[in-house]
């Protein structure tokens, strides 16, 4: 095809979408819905960037009414590359998102057009949400652990930039149409991440285990989600992780020593967890200063003290209220 600044090649195809749980972007996507998005992966000349490095090929995926369109640019002169990336450019703005797995740190800035559209970096959200999972965040791993998806005779990723470079010495290569699959299946991968992904955010993936709750409680305590991460958090100690039940009781003996004024609640609750999670530091102090507090409190008032019959603000159930802050609990 040709644009304005000279000739590029592109490949165009409608693919069915596959098994898709389709999930809703609520206020993670910005107040975009997943449909909203393209999905891009490029392949390059060298794997470090810097004004040396070429984008060769780029492949974006976007829905589509019957399933999934597919487009895939191809750099075939190196002197084509205004063509080529005004047209990726435009066929980015098919859409106002996208998405992109570690493409702000690496595809992004090799592409010297301006992206006026909202950007999602999956790896970022992958690695926070799934790093007690899996040992590597790779998309090879993710689509593998994840996702049930297995390549077969895939090329490996440092071989990429040599076919490219045959290609051009000799105007072929027998590892170029592997390398141009490579990057079909890159982004073919990410519609199905970003919808699981979407439901892990909501705590709507069946799958999630204890320690994925702790990972989603702490990924919504970074986006300043407090009372969905609270949450989150609790599931995870009703589910057997003590370190959440560290976090939680933490949390839970603060507010009541200091804003519900109620230390004798506060010293049952540090009890509770030292004795469902052993000897922790932090839990030792505080009992040991709550001790002091109401002994003094006994001094004084010759009395024990009563604490205030105002409502605590914790269920006593994990899932209990969970649905009015986007996250359920577990089945």
């Given at each position: 095809m040709e644009n304005e600044y000279g000739l590029t090649w592109r490949w165009a195809e409608v693919l069915p979408?596959?098994?898709?749980?389709?999930?809703?972007?609520?206020?993670?996507?910005?107040?975009?819905?997943?449909?909203?998005?393209?999905?891009?992966?490029t392949e390059t000349t060298g794997l470090a960037g810097?004004?040396?490095?070429?984008?060769?090929?780029?492949?974006?995926?976007?829905?589509?009414?019957?399933?999934?369109?597919?487009v895939q640019l191809f750099l075939a002169e190196p002197s084509d590359e205004p063509a080529f990336l005004a047209a990726l450019d435009a066929e980015l703005r098919a859409t106002p998102g996208l998405a992109t797995y570690n493409?702000?740190?690496?595809?992004?800035?090799?592409?010297?057009?301006?992206?006026?559209?909202?950007?999602?970096?999956?790896?970022?959200?992958?690695?926070?949400?799934?790093?007690?999972?899996?040992?590597?965040?790779?998309?090879?791993?993710?689509?593998e652990r994840l996702l049930g998806f297995e390549r077969e005779d895939d090329i490996p990723g440092h071989?990429?930039?040599?076919?490219?470079?045959?290609?051009?010495?000799?105007?072929?290569?027998?590892?170029?149409?592997?390398?141009?699959?490579?990057?079909?299946?890159?982004?073919?991968?990410?519609?199905?991440?970003?919808h699981r992904l979407l439901h892990r955010l909501r705590g709507a993936d069946p799958a999630?285990?204890?320690?994925?709750?702790?990972?989603?409680?702490?990924?919504?305590?970074?986006?300043?989600?407090r009372s969905a991460a609270w949450r989150a958090l609790t599931v995870a100690a009703d589910l057997g992780d003590l370190d959440a039940a560290y976090l939680v009781a933490r949390r839970k003996a603060v507010v009541l020593e200091w804003r519900l004024k109620q230390p004798a609640a506060a010293m049952k609750v540090v009890e509770a967890a030292l004795s469902r999670i052993g000897p922790e530091p932090d839990l030792e102090k505080r009992r040991l200063r709550l001790r002091g507090r109401l002994q003094r409190a006994l001094d004084a008032q010759g009395r024990r003290p009563q604490d205030g019959s105002q409502a605590l603000p914790f269920p006593d159930q994990g899932g209990h209220g969970l649905d009015d802050l986007g996250i359920v609990g577990p089945a």
């Open positions: 979408v596959g098994r898709l749980e389709r999930a809703d972007a609520r206020s993670e996507l910005g107040g975009l819905q997943a449909d909203d998005f393209s999905f891009l992966d810097g004004t040396g490095t070429q984008v060769f090929t780029a492949a974006v995926a976007r829905p589509h009414p019957n399933g999934v369109e597919l493409g702000l740190s690496f595809d992004l800035p090799l592409l010297r057009t301006r992206w006026l559209m909202a950007r999602m970096d999956l790896l970022h959200l992958a690695r926070s949400l799934l790093r007690p999972r899996l040992e590597s965040c790779t998309l090879r791993a993710v689509e071989l990429i930039p040599q076919a490219y470079f045959d290609y051009l010495r000799n105007g072929w290569s027998t590892t170029l149409e592997p390398t141009l699959e490579h990057n079909r299946q890159d982004v073919l991968s990410l519609q199905h991440l970003l999630m285990e204890a320690h994925d709750w702790h990972a989603l409680g702490r990924h919504l305590l970074r986006r300043g989600r």
